[in-house]
């Protein structure tokens, strides 16, 4: 099944892994060394990715922002515990979800909604520039897939982002999230359906024509 063909505009430190694993290695060997603006870079790198994830999984502005700034603290905390033949992009993902996690389970205990509609425009902040109109459709279409994510569990979600809006393999998303990749393969088929279930019945609900149907499941 073809992967939910999302924003992923992130400019990379370089254009190959094995580059920005070595990149990474040597950024962070630098702050281990006291080198503070070599951190800056490091987040420099990776604030969009670390960003849109944390909004996919909670949700509005204002948690992903704090999400991210609660990530790159505990990233620095613990940076010297990085092992250096780890991915770091793996690292940070794995420390930005469990962020998102720990977020999403105080919400819970208050009852507090997630992901509303009105916010589809938080992704504003973290990718490039669009003309009116198609920053307009992709708002659109952010809107519906986020209302959409509200309705998996939470392990799906972290699933489904990693693997579908952040296009990561599935071993590595289950490496992230200390699960088997059949037990992922399973959270994601299920998720994907749950997405395109709610994404038929909006469209059904509100009326939209075929082509606002089918430019919304071309973006899938």
């Given at each position: 099944?073809?992967?939910?063909?999302?924003?992923?505009d992130?400019?990379?430190?370089?254009?190959?892994?094995?580059?920005?694993r070595?990149?990474?290695?040597?950024?962070?060997?630098?702050?281990?060394?006291?080198?503070?603006?070599?951190f800056?870079?490091?987040?420099?790198?990776?604030?969009?990715?670390?960003?849109?994830?944390?909004?996919?999984?909670?949700g509005?502005?204002?948690?992903?922002?704090?999400?991210?700034?609660?990530?790159?603290?505990?990233a620095?905390?613990?940076?010297?515990?990085?092992?250096?033949?780890?991915?770091?992009?793996?690292?940070?993902?794995?420390?930005?979800?469990?962020?998102?996690?720990?977020?999403?389970?105080?919400?819970?205990?208050?009852n507090?909604?997630?992901?509303?509609?009105?916010?589809?425009?938080?992704?504003?902040?973290?990718?490039?520039g669009?003309?009116?109109?198609?920053?307009?459709?992709?708002?659109?279409?952010?809107?519906?897939?986020?209302?959409a994510?509200?309705?998996?569990?939470?392990?799906?979600?972290?699933?489904?982002?990693?693997?579908?809006?952040?296009?990561l393999?599935?071993?590595?998303?289950?490496?992230?999230?200390?699960?088997?990749?059949?037990?992922?393969?399973?959270?994601?088929?299920?998720?994907?359906?749950?997405?395109?279930?709610?994404?038929?019945?909006?469209?059904?609900?509100?009326?939209?024509?075929?082509?606002?149907?089918?430019?919304?499941?071309?973006?899938?």
């Amino acid at each position: 099944m073809t992967s939910i063909a999302l924003i992923n505009d992130e400019a990379s430190p370089h254009d190959s892994a094995d580059e920005r694993r070595e990149l990474f290695a040597s950024l962070v060997e630098r702050v281990k060394r006291g080198d503070t603006p070599a951190f800056e870079q490091i987040m420099t790198f990776t604030e969009r990715s670390v960003m849109r994830t944390a909004w996919r999984m909670l949700g509005t502005r204002e948690d992903a922002r704090d999400a991210s700034q609660e990530t790159f603290l505990r990233a620095y905390k613990y940076l010297h515990r990085f092992n250096s033949r780890q991915d770091f992009s793996a690292w940070l993902y794995r420390i930005t979800i469990n962020v998102c996690l720990d977020i999403r389970r105080k919400q819970e205990k208050r009852n507090e909604r997630l992901a509303p509609l009105d916010d589809a425009d938080a992704l504003e902040d973290v990718r490039h520039g669009h003309d009116e109109e198609e920053a307009a459709i992709q708002r659109q279409h952010e809107a519906i897939l986020l209302q959409a994510l509200e309705t998996l569990t939470t392990k799906e979600r972290a699933a489904i982002v990693l693997r579908d809006f952040e296009n990561l393999p599935t071993e590595e998303v289950a490496r992230i999230l200390g699960s088997r990749p059949a037990t992922v393969r399973s959270q994601i088929s299920a998720a994907r359906q749950k997405i395109k279930t709610y994404c038929d019945c909006f469209l059904r609900r509100t009326g939209r024509n075929r082509t606002s149907r089918e430019e919304i499941k071309r973006r899938r």
